[in-house]
T-cell receptor
């Protein structure tokens, strides 16, 4: 199975900061990488697919990059509503696997 | 508007069975793969199972393979998860999720249904 490792596990940043979350796959997953946002008590929301493509309605402050084994999610200017846990997921092959999550807090 | 509504959850004893359903609307159901994802209390997301549009490709997490069976009925716009030999560690909120790009990414999620396995 492909292991997905996210870092950091949590971070605290100020409004307006640029925030970067990394995700590493244990083997080459090409660009079959998705990012999700989950707020407490809510279902996950899909942000990005194919490593860098934004789902419809997702603000352009979110961006994704990477291919192969190393990927990043960037929030260009952090806002209070971005406080959430973010997960990466590989969908290159079954079984699909998620990273452990990154909790983003606002200072 | 895409809607995914899970049902069939509840409290069940270890070793027993339960069947989850997901009623889909607002899109052409038989065009897309579908998935089940779960989240144990206070934990992260865990993919459980996925099924292609025509049921020709099916996958399971190692933790449920041999105990859970995913199926779909395209005529009824419904996804199912038959869960047998339930364990305490299967306790979680189970989400139904819609496939997106012809591969196995997802775009829409249901609100989730709680399964509690306890004696």
């Amino acid at each position: 199975d492909i292991q997905m490792t996210q870092s950091p596990s949590s971070l605290s940043a100020s409004v307006g900061d640029r925030v970067t979350i990394t995700c590493r796959a244990s083997q080459d997953i090409r660009n079959f990488l998705a990012w999700f946002q989950q707020k407490p008590g809510k279902a996950p929301k899909s942000l990005i697919y194919a490593a860098s493509s934004l789902h419809s309605g997702v603000p352009s402050k979110f961006s994704g990059s990477g291919s192969g084994t190393d990927f990043t999610l960037t929030i260009s200017s952090l806002q209070p509503e971005d406080s959430a846990t973010y997960y990466c997921q590989q969908y290159n092959s079954y079984p699909l696997t998620f990273g452990g999550g990154t909790r983003v807090e606002i200072k | 508007e895409v809607q995914l509504v899970e049902s069939g959850g509840g409290l069940v004893q270890p070793g027993r069975s339960l069947r989850l359903s997901c009623a889909a609307s607002g899109f052409t159901f038989d065009d897309y793969a579908m998935h089940w994802v779960r989240q144990a209390p206070g934990k992260g997301l865990e993919w459980v199972s996925g099924i292609s549009w025509n049921s020709g490709s099916i996958g399971y997490a190692d933790s449920v393979r041999g105990r859970f069976t995913i199926t779909r009925d395209n005529a009824k716009n419904s996804l199912y998860l038959q869960m047998n030999s339930l364990r305490i560690e299967d306790t979680a909120l189970y989400y139904c999720a819609k496939g997106w790009d012809g591969y196995n990414s997802v775009d829409y999620w249901g609100q989730g249904i709680l399964i509690t396995v306890s004696s």
